[in-house]
Nanobody, 121 residues
């Protein structure tokens, strides 16, 4: 199994920035990807974006495109989410996940416990 630990959440004013980290440990996959998800109260979990571990290709949800950036540090086995120009609707618990990469598709198998991001006006 893989253990994932998110950190970096907190309270930030609208228009501000925040950087989340997700540290991974455990059994490695030969081909895998990591992604960020978020869930606001009363809403279903939604994908924020993802990054393939092998070549670092990224994909983002339309709602965050141009504002959020996903990066990785292979040596540290850590994924980051840099969030800029934060809005009230970005308030949610943010989760990182990891799974096997099948072509363009990811089957997520491991999840972190989440970190709270709260955007205030």
């Amino acid at each position: 199994q893989v253990q994932l630990v998110e950190s970096g959440g907190g309270l930030v004013q609208a228009g501000g920035s925040l950087r989340l980290s997700c540290a991974a440990s455990g059994r490695p996959f030969s081909s895998y990807a990591m992604g960020w998800f978020r869930q606001a109260p009363g809403k279903e979990r939604e994908s924020v974006g993802a990054i393939t571990w092998g070549n670092g290709r990224t994909q983002y949800a339309d709602s965050v495109k141009g504002r959020f950036t996903i990066t990785r540090d292979v040596a540290k086995n850590t994924m980051y989410l840099e969030m800029n120009d934060l809005r009230l609707e970005d308030t949610a618990v943010y989760y990182c996940a990891r799974g096997r990469l099948y072509g363009l598709q990811v089957e997520y198998e491991d999840w972190g416990q989440g970190t709270q991001v709260t955007v205030s006006s």
